[in-house]
């Protein structure tokens, strides 16, 4: 009863948070940045993977330590941060809360929010600053003091970020892979949960490099994955791709009346869910990225910034728009599953029960790997707060969240993650329109030196 309780209260809870408010706040935002920045997203689109063929070009020369990583290896820790169970899961969950429509506000809005994505990176690496050690670091921590509310707001952040890591980066996607695994084959989740400890035990206590080092191994083996299966499930099902696109157009914009015409109330809900699963997966606008990005030691944030373009590419047109076509494309979305079940079934369309096994494997493989970088992102924000002290009590909660995450029921962890990403996102964009003047600046000099050097 008291499950249940607390279930209903943190649902209700993501429910006020998430409302119209939020959700214009999120699209006026990225608007507001897209014409700002000139369009960035749009205009270098292309540059973004020719600076990541070249990324190792930006090393610092102070960057050159255990401490530090390279922009490419920020690109694919970012990368496998948004490439977790929140897309093949958490886009079921917005299918089925959302509807169709919601894979339509997933592909539109994907665009705009690649601005957010630009700006966060660009202050985590303009916005430095030299700890005791002689490090550098950067992320919201840093540049959310230089705003009003300085003095509070970045352990505030910091704080919402850490919670962020346990429930997302890590419960949810132990939750995942047990769910899936119990399904397929009836092993003891208990006996699963241990597993997924011990893992995360070894991982956890070989610090940053060891993190880093099985993130950068795991992150190229689940794409490509990803990629070879729904190419053969598209391909399979290519009758049904346009009429899929027709159908999520048409419930983007559907209205129902509820005694007295609730203006919008099933274009909100999709709006909603399609938004909110579409930043949980991607993690535009969290700050995540800006995280791993500040640890590079770059010495060119538009660069920077115009790179991490590509993560959102992969993460949102690549993985969740995809993903929502096929269940609509499939019939999957009309299962009644709200869960990693809908897109099992979306794969089993074409490769029978070895589908399930597939969506197993790539939810091991995301969930694994999205720990990992989660694990890395933690622990930057855990040494924000304690000032470096107690990093060993940090990988021991990490760790007894699998076995929380794994244990728990599903909707308790979405509802939790919707309450800590509005926080996060919050104050996030709070710190970046109000720095969006001074990035603007660097943006403008970047373009003037480029239209110079071409």
């Not at 608007?31 to 993977?49: E, K, P, V």
């Not at 997924?196 to 950068?216: E, H, N, P, Q, T």
């Not at 939790?416 to 964009?429: K, M």
Request: charged share 10%.
């Amino acid at each position: 009863m008291l499950y249940e309780e607390l279930d209903l209260l943190i649902k209700n809870c993501g429910e006020l948070l998430w409302g119209w408010p939020l959700l214009v706040g999120i699209m006026g935002t990225s608007i507001i940045m897209t014409i700002a920045f000139g369009g960035i997203q749009f205009r270098y689109f292309m540059r973004s993977w020719s600076y990541l063929l070249k990324a190792e070009e930006e090393v610092s020369r102070e960057s050159t330590g255990d401490n530090y990583i390279t922009p490419f290896q920020a690109f694919v820790n970012a990368l496998s941060a948004s490439l977790g169970n929140g897309s093949l899961a958490g886009m079921a969950t917005a299918m089925y809360s959302g509807g169709p429509g919601a894979g339509f506000w997933i592909f539109v809005l994907g665009f705009f929010l690649m601005s957010i994505r630009f700006a966060e990176v660009y202050a985590s690496t303009a916005f430095t600053e030299k700890q005791s050690t002689g490090l550098i670091r950067g992320g919201p921590m840093v540049y959310l003091a230089r705003v009003p509310g300085g003095s509070w707001l970045p352990q505030v952040y910091a704080f919402f970020c850490l919670m962020l890591t346990f429930v997302t980066g890590n419960a949810m996607q132990c939750n995942s892979i047990a769910t899936g695994l119990v399904a397929m084959t009836a092993w003891n989740i208990y006996a699963i949960a241990l597993v997924m400890f011990i893992f995360l035990c070894y991982i956890v206590a070989g610090g940053a490099k060891r993190i880093v080092r099985v993130s950068d191994a795991v992150t190229p083996l689940k794409v490509g994955l990803f990629f070879v299966a729904t190419l053969f499930v598209l391909i399979y099902n290519a009758s049904s791709l346009w009429q899929a696109l027709i159908v999520m157009t048409q419930h983007a914009f559907t209205q129902q009346a509820v005694r007295g015409a609730l203006l919008g109330y099933t274009m909100q809900s999709a709006m909603r869910f399609g938004i909110a699963r579409s930043i949980n997966a991607t993690e535009v606008g969290l700050g995540t990225s800006g995280i791993i990005f500040g640890t590079t030691g770059s010495k060119n944030p538009v660069r920077s910034g115009i790179m991490s373009l590509a993560t959102t590419s992969i993460s949102n047109f690549g993985v969740c728009f995809l993903l929502m076509w096929l269940f609509v494309a499939t019939g999957a979305w009309q299962s009644g599953h709200s869960d990693i079940k809908m897109t099992i079934l979306a794969y089993e369309s074409t490769f029978g029960t070895f589908g399930g096994w597939i969506v197993n494997i790539l939810s091991m493989m995301f969930g694994i790997g999205c720990v990992i970088a989660y694990a890395y992102i933690g622990r930057e924000c855990w040494s924000f707060l304690t000032k470096g002290k107690y990093l060993f009590l940090y990988g021991l909660i990490f760790c007894f969240m699998a076995l929380f995450g794994a244990l728990v029921q599903a909707p308790l962890l979405w509802n939790a993650i919707d309450i800590v990403n509005a926080g996060l996102i919050i104050s996030n964009l709070y710190g970046l329109m109000w720095l969006m003047p001074e990035i603007q600046k660097g943006v403008r000099a970047f373009y003037v030196h480029d239209r110079k050097r071409n």
